[in-house]
């Protein structure tokens, strides 16, 4: 038990606190060692120790230490070491003030680090004072005992708390002054290389203003000698303008009040008797005395220095076309969305995307990408009015600033929308790159913002999202984010989620549709994918089959389709009748027919089910071919070899080409259903039909109509020699059960009216 506490050390802690106070900065480091020590030897410690947190690299060392006679010194063992290895201890003394741990073999299972780390040291118990500085812990006053246990009345947590105060500001005081050496180290340093003036400027609470450190350059500029303006700053200021003297001194206040950077403009006398302007940039800090002190220069804006300008470019602009970068697009989007504060004015963040740029890069090389690149930032900066910014994230992607829109939504909406046409317009002239012509096109995403504080990611996300509908909606266009749109992407989202969840739980299932011949006779069906989610009822494959390619998880629901229709067509066999002959058709992404193992994984899955090849049919969309023709023949190939047919599926609506399908091992091609729907109104569509059912018999290929609904479709595709059909006019997708009733009663001559 640690001694009673005595009135007595009221008076130490003041005591205490006028000691630190008064000492100077060299000598504050003795102060706080003997404080430590008269602390320990009156616990009757150990070890007493003051650890200090590293804010920048986040670790904690050891800075001052008193051990007993025979204690081994921790110091040189704890020293940078990361503080997230002791996170209980650190969550502990953010609540507790004073955390007491009377016996370390006591400590909780989420102590475990700590508990390690203190039997190391041979501690038994010990006591740890938090210091903090502005609501966080930046250091520990620690005392250690080693062969007892240790406890403390609260009069003596009460003092010791009072004495952590009083040495944390202490500290405090010490990691601002070692920062204050570091920073003026630093100025002298570099001030001789800097083309400015680099100063120092401290104002103290009773209004007097010095200069405690300022570059000799101030010689060369205002003829002043910087010794004598360390002691007074007057003489400098003087020579401020007077019609510029009272907006400088308002900056100065501003900053002061509110604790933030200025920045101020402001023409003063030159020792060759000339008056030029001066920019002065400065950051401010309050010292631990209340004075006030800023800091980074002023320079003769009138004739900069290359050096300064080419640092400045580094900072905010593109190199490669010299617009603001994302660094400097967020200051400006700061002052934009102050200015629509300020005004009630709207303004507006638009961000373009360059379609199809990856197209000039692989076929005409990256310099010519470059050139284009650059050729489009003057472009957007002829077009755009002179207080609007043109700034570029990287790549293709560019990002307007526009302000000064009316306060009315729907009239702003329409005048950006008329600057975002004249961009759009610019954009689609012609470019000369390199000795040759490109035309290209933009798709443009815009969002409004009015008196509000989104911050440049916020903004950019909607302006992102308002783009990608661009994208979608066919490219070369103008589109607005709304707050439809946002709801759009959190119902895909949740959409997404639930699909996982339906994949996990074997909420899909597999409906079949009835293929016939010209008689209605069932030759076949298709296997198509149907999702009933308990909280949405029955979701469109339209829906979920492209969310689920997007987000990958048509692989694995791709090989759950597979593996059930081939234990479907397994089951059927053993049947027999009509529904062991039908040859079963089954969708495959082109992502999946792409996998390297999909060939093997078929192969498997025939063994696996004991489904026959020959009752299956693999059915692929032309996107699927939109790659290296000699490796997708090469699978084709190899899936006929093992007795599985291929049905080309939506022929006609994507990358339709004979040279194709002279080329690939096809066994069908399927007449797209929007041909089919108008094939009695539409002369075109009746004629694209016709053309498909000729070319198919020229290349020795069936073709089956998709989509047909009405007896009329129907004959009018038999007259056109069709014999294969599919649609609602023989039957709806259904699930497995009712469609082997469905195709057994067929069997049994009990054939449907509408067949």
């Known amino acids: 038990m640690a001694k009673a506490v005595t009135s007595g050390h009221r008076d130490f802690v003041y005591r205490l606190s006028l000691n630190l106070a008064r000492s100077k900065i060299d000598e504050l480091d003795g102060c706080i060692h003997g404080v430590i020590a008269e602390l320990g030897d009156w616990l009757g410690s150990d070890r007493a120790y003051l650890i200090n947190f590293e804010e920048a690299t986040q670790t904690i060392s050891i800075s001052h230490e008193i051990c007993r006679d025979g204690v081994t010194p921790q110091r040189d063992a704890i020293q940078n070491v990361p503080k997230d290895r002791y996170p209980w201890l650190m969550e502990q003394l953010q609540i507790l003030p004073v955390l007491v741990i009377p016996e370390v073999e ?68 010490q990691i601002l002054a070692s920062r ?16 400015g003036v680099i100063f120092q400027f401290r104002m103290y609470p009773d209004g007097q ?24 700053a007057k003489p400098l200021l003087d020579l401020i303008d007077p019609e510029d003297k009272k907006s400088f001194d308002e900056d100065v206040d501003e900053s002061r009040r509110q604790m933030t950077p200025f920045e101020t403009n402001f023409r003063a006398r030159k020792q060759d008797g000339t008056t030029a302007w001066m920019e002065a940039r400065s950051v401010p800090a309050r010292l631990a005395d209340d004075s006030m002190i800023w800091h980074g220069y002023f320079y003769d804006v009138s004739d900069r220095k290359q050096s300064e300008s080419e640092i400045e470019k580094l900072a905010f602009y593109d190199a490669l076309t ?46 010519t990408g470059d050139e284009l690149l650059i050729q489009v930032g003057k472009r957007l900066k002829q077009t755009v009015r002179e207080w609007d910014t043109v700034a570029r994230l990287g790549g293709d992607e560019f990002v307007l600033i526009l302000k000064g829109f009316p306060a009315d939504a729907a009239s702003a909406a329409a005048r950006v929308e008329k600057v975002c046409e004249k961009v759009r317009e610019a954009l689609n002239e012609p470019y000369e790159l390199n000795g040759f012509e490109y035309t290209g096109t933009p798709s443009i995403g815009v969002t409004l913002f009015f008196d509000h504080d989104d911050s440049l990611e916020e903004l950019l996300g909607q302006a992102d999202m308002a783009m990608f509908r661009a994208k979608e909606d066919g490219r070369n266009c103008i589109r607005f984010y709304d707050a439809m749109m946002q709801k759009k992407v959190s119902e895909r989202l949740a959409m997404e989620s639930d699909l996982r969840l339906a994949i996990r739980k074997n909420q899909l299932a597999v409906h079949y549709q009835v293929l016939v011949d010209e008689k209605g006779k069932p030759i076949g069906a298709e296997a198509l994918l149907r999702w009933h989610c308990p909280g949405r009822g029955m979701v469109s494959p339209a829906e979920f089959i492209p ?30 009748g009509v529904l062991a002959r039908l040859q079963v058709s089954v969708n495959v992404s082109a992502r999946q027919f792409h996998l390297p193992s999909f060939c093997s994984t078929v192969m498997a899955l025939l063994r696996k089910t004991g489904a026959s090849p020959r009752n299956l049919k693999v059915e692929i969309t032309e996107s699927a071919l939109a790659y290296d023709l000699d490796l997708v023949e090469e699978t084709l190939r190899t899936l006929r070899s093992m007795g599985i047919r291929i049905s080309l599926d939506d022929f006609g609506t994507g990358y339709s080409s004979l040279g194709y399908l002279k080329r690939l091992s096809l066994d069908e091609l399927k007449i797209d259903q929007g041909f089919v729907r108008d094939i009695l109104d539409d002369p075109n569509d009746a004629a694209i039909a016709e053309t498909i059912l000729a070319l198919a018999s020229a290349l020795r290929l069936s073709a089956v109509a998709e ?37 057994e009663k067929t069997g049994a001559g009990q054939r449907r009216r509408a067949w």
């Open 547 to 576: 969310l689920a390619e997007e987000t990958g998880l048509i692989e694995s629901v791709g090989y759950w389709v597979l593996e059930e229709v081939m234990s479907t067509i397994a089951s059927w066999k053993k049947r027999g």
């Open 180 to 195: 204050n050496v570091r920073f003026e180290n630093s100025l002298y340093r570099y001030s001789d290389q800097f083309p």
């Open 106 to 173: 006591q400590l909780p299972p989420d102590a475990k680090e700590e508990k390690l780390e203190f039997l190391r040291e041979s501690i038994r118990s010990l006591v740890l004072v938090g210091l903090k500085l502005e609501g966080q812990v930046s250091g520990i006053l620690g005392f250690d005992f080693l062969d007892h246990s240790c406890a403390l009345d609260p009069g003596t947590e009460d003092f010791l708390l009072q004495v952590g105060e009083v040495l944390g500001a202490s500290v405090h005081r």
């Open 209 to 232: 203003i010095t200069f405690p450190f300022i570059s000799e350059k101030v010689k060369e500029l205002f003829g002043l000698p910087a010794d004598a303006l360390s002691l007074d």
């Open 707 to 743: 989509g047909v609904e009405t007896k009329g479709q129907l004959e009018r595709l038999v007259n056109m020699g069709c014999t294969r059909f599919q649609g609602y006019y023989f039957s709806r997708p259904v699930p497995v059960r009712e469609f082997e009733g469905l195709i």
């Open 322 to 367: 010299g617009l603001p970068n994302r660094r400097l697009l967020r200051d400006r989007l700061a002052q934009a969305l102050t200015g629509s504060t300020r005004d009630h004015s709207h303004g507006a963040l638009v961000f373009i995307d360059l379609d199809h740029f990856k197209n000039i890069n692989d076929s005409a090389g990256h310099m």
